[in-house]
């Protein structure tokens, strides 16, 4: 099938090629180690074919806030070493990724061999999308590869400007995580419902107001869904809400319904008079009976299993955000059954499930389930805005 975008199967002979290729380390340190290796692991099948179909392949990526300085702290000669042991292969580090070093070091390599280029963000014109340092990070490569979807919501140098002055490609990683998006929502098979959760109204408008007219069920949880409740007149008691943005909610609601989108929110919910672990208030309601000194928490089992009935009905699920509280007990019980009953649906066929963003994936990761989910992004502001409905700079960059 023709993809929209341009692949590493479209390259043809790479045999001794510079390969830029712009990858995602941005990873978590502790006490000078990667506490976690995920996107050095996600890494591994765009470099590792590249090497083995003989490119020199030279790894863009930022490390970090430097701001445009060269900051030690922020090198990415740090990661050489973990990413070698992940992949199993030597890591060169090269000390620039512009200029004379980058030049020299890249001379010395033979086709086949893998170097870290340092930080990108060492130079101020990253940021700043500049056409002279797009013009001399190109100047180092004979071809281009963006692996790295997390940061293809950015128009910086190394994640679009040198996309449209080498030949572009887009790696297994991005390959992947697009294929996922075009099935989620491009061109889905429907029904399908989207899971919206989070605490607040004001930072998913976006998302809703484009989701309303892309899928058949929406389901509002976690402290937006208290936002809505309270546009319908329903009293949340010292919930968690944006009670400014009752017309806001409201407009979203007649969005939905000219879309013909059914939007869910919760009939009865878990409250608790504080917010802590299993505290002794904590009860389950109508969202009619919510007492003025109590807050919404969670999402009731009832509704939760005719969530279940929803998402049995559909054929397509997107998912962003808890339903509840769900980083402390008992107020994690309707994320994980949901998550849950979706993982079954997956499994058995019956379901394409999408998830993303850094809440979504420890939820998943939580509930057991992240594995049996057709994908999981790890990508929080791009899935975000790819969700919004926007057209993603370092994406567009690969079909022009």
């Known amino acids: 099938m023709t993809k929209p975008f341009r692949t590493m199967d479209d390259m043809g002979d790479i045999h001794g090629q510079a390969v830029l290729v712009r990858e995602d380390l941005n990873v ?15 890494a591994m099948p765009t470099v590792l074919e590249l090497a083995d179909r003989g490119a020199k392949v030279l790894i863009l990526a930022h490390f970090g806030r430097p701001k445009g300085q060269k900051n030690p702290e922020f090198s990415l000669s740090k990661i050489t070493r973990p990413l070698s042991k992940v992949l199993g292969r030597e890591v060169q580090f090269i000390p620039d990724c512009v200029g004379q070093a980058a030049i020299d070091g890249i001379a ?3 086709p086949g061999d893998i170097a870290i280029l340092e930080n990108t963000r060492f130079h101020a014109g990253e940021e700043q999308n500049d056409p002279a340092l797009a013009d001399a990070m190109a100047a180092i490569g004979d071809l281009y590869v963006n692996d790295a979807f997390s940061a293809a919501h950015r128009a910086h140098v190394s994640t679009e400007a040198v996309a449209h002055r080498l030949p572009a490609f887009a790696g297994r990683a991005m390959e992947r995580e697009l294929d996922a998006l075009q099935a989620a929502l491009g061109s889905p098979v429907k029904p399908v419902a989207a899971v919206v959760g989070g605490a607040k109204v004001s930072t998913k408008l976006d998302v809703l107001n484009n989701l309303v007219s892309q899928v058949d069920h929406l389901i509002i949880g976690g402290g937006m869904a208290n936002t809505f409740l309270h546009a319908r007149g329903v009293d949340v008691g010292k919930s968690l809400c944006e009670k400014d943005l009752a017309e806001t909610a409201e407009a979203i609601f007649d969005k939905a319904e000219a879309a013909g989108c059914i939007i869910h929110l919760p009939y009865d919910v878990v409250v608790a008079k504080e917010f802590a672990a299993n505290p002794p208030s904590v009860r389950t309601c109508n969202v009619h009976e919510v007492a003025a000194d109590e807050m919404i928490l969670d999402v009731g089992p009832a509704a939760v299993e005719a969530l ?3 998402l049995k009905n559909c054929r397509t699920l997107v998912w962003n955000g808890p339903l509840g509280a769900f980083e402390m007990a008992p107020f994690d019980t309707a ?4 998550a849950r009953t979706a993982a079954a649906l997956t499994r058995e066929g019956q379901l394409t499930s999408v998830a993303g963003g850094g809440d979504t994936v420890a939820a998943l990761n939580h509930a057991g389930v992240a594995a049996d989910f057709s994908f999981v992004s790890t990508a929080g502001g791009a899935f975000l805005e790819w969700m919004e409905g926007k057209e993603l700079p370092g994406v567009k960059a690969l079909t022009a």
């Open 335 to 338: 994320t994980v059954a949901l």
């Open 28 to 42: 978590p340190m502790q006490d000078g180690a990667v506490s976690d290796d995920t996107r050095l692991r996600s």
């Open 308 to 310: 279940g009935d929803v």
């Open 108 to 110: 010395v390599m033979r």
